[in-house]
């Protein structure tokens, strides 16, 4: 599925920058949903088969931090370092400097919040439901976080980290709900999709309720659950891999002619429930191909990048505005690999060490 992940990374690229060659593929939020359903599917099949003994369970949650905290960590300090050359080399009334702004006097509360949440990631989705009092420094409940400014998330070094918020969250649960019996499974979905039904009726049909609660987001990791155990029922049946590649190939089309497709909610529908019955198939054709697991792999610093790339390219270089979603994704990709190498595949032999270890 790797093809599949880094074409979803690419759409949030453009969703950032702009349209490549008149394509913007699904657009940032089906991207960041389809990621969440692949998410809830990879969690299900290492926690069943890589993690399933009771004695590797413990290292689920460190292996996890080691896969996404590094990477993390690293574009972190690059974006601290770019921010601050960006503030002294180019500097503006509304630029933010080390969490110094010139309309807002942060109190103590909201300046440790803020350092702890870009640290550690937790709680960066929740300054999307918070404004803040440029007077005293306070936050406060919002609906609306489009209503204030500045926006909380201009404190956030990489705010695209929202995302990892809740996959975070995730992954402390995903060890229990891997264990729930499958019609536990969809009526807890039932309930996430009633819960968004509720919100959308009190006009709450707008951003950050559409896409970044995770309550109702609680309904596209349970679907990738439902999808890893529609792979192990097929696991077990001899499929032509000739069957799969056409079914592969269609739904790598609806991804990238995705704005093309008319009737806005029938194609929306289409691209959830084709990506749940479909990733099973996709997964056993193509898991134990290398170069599309690699491929796979680029698609979260690609991702967790995107935003140092593109503001980069905008502050630094001539580059022709028509062309900024293709130089990004390109840079970004660059940038990933040179990551996967010298700090992902390093950690990765610890990672898997420890598991060997632990099942000697």
Avoid at 83 to 99: G, M, Q, R, T, V
Avoid at 153 to 169: K, N
Avoid at 320 to 325: A, G, K, Q, T
Wanted: glycine share 4%.
């Amino acid at each position: 599925m790797g093809i599949i992940r880094l074409l979803l990374a690419i759409s949030v690229v453009i969703a950032h920058s702009n349209s490549l060659f008149g394509f913007n593929f699904i657009g940032g939020q089906f991207a960041v949903e389809v990621f969440f359903i692949i998410s809830g599917f990879y969690m299900a099949l290492i926690l069943c088969e890589k993690y399933h003994q009771k004695e590797n369970r413990k290292h689920f949650f460190s292996n996890r931090i080691l896969k996404i905290f590094p990477i993390y960590w690293v574009l972190l300090i690059l974006s601290l370092v770019y921010e601050i050359a960006n503030a002294n080399l180019n500097p503006s009334p509304n630029e933010i400097s080390l969490f110094i702004h010139p309309n807002v006097n942060l109190n103590v509360f909201s300046f440790i919040y803020l350092i702890f949440t870009n640290l550690l990631i937790l709680g960066q989705d929740i300054l999307l439901y918070l404004g803040i009092d440029v007077h005293t420094g306070l936050m406060f409940f919002t609906s609306n976080f489009h209503a204030f400014s500045p926006p909380l998330y201009d404190f956030v070094l990489l705010p695209q980290a929202w995302t990892l918020s809740l996959e975070l969250m995730f992954y402390f649960l995903a060890p229990f709900l891997t264990k729930f019996k499958t019609k536990s499974i969809l009526f807890i979905m039932a309930l996430s999709l009633i819960l968004r039904f509720i919100l959308y009726y009190f006009g709450l049909n707008h951003d950050p309720w559409t896409y970044r609660f995770f309550p109702t987001e609680l309904f596209f990791f349970l679907s990738g659950i439902i999808a890893y155990r529609l792979y192990k029922f097929i696991n077990t049946k001899n499929i032509n891999k000739w069957f799969v590649y056409p079914f592969y190939g269609s739904y790598v089309a609806l991804i990238a002619f995705y704005q093309f497709i008319p009737h806005n909610r029938t194609k929306m529908l289409a691209l959830f429930f084709f990506t749940i019955i479909l990733i099973p198939f996709i997964f056993k054709l193509t898991k134990n191909i290398k170069i599309d697991k690699y491929i796979g792999e680029l698609s979260y610093p690609v991702y967790i990048s995107h935003f140092l790339v593109i503001d980069f390219l905008t502050h630094f270089t001539p580059i022709n505005h028509r062309y900024l979603s293709l130089i990004a994704s390109i840079v970004a990709i660059l940038l990933s690999i040179t990551l996967l190498q010298f700090i992902m595949r390093p950690i990765d032999k610890i990672r898997q060490k420890r598991l060997i270890v632990s099942n000697v």
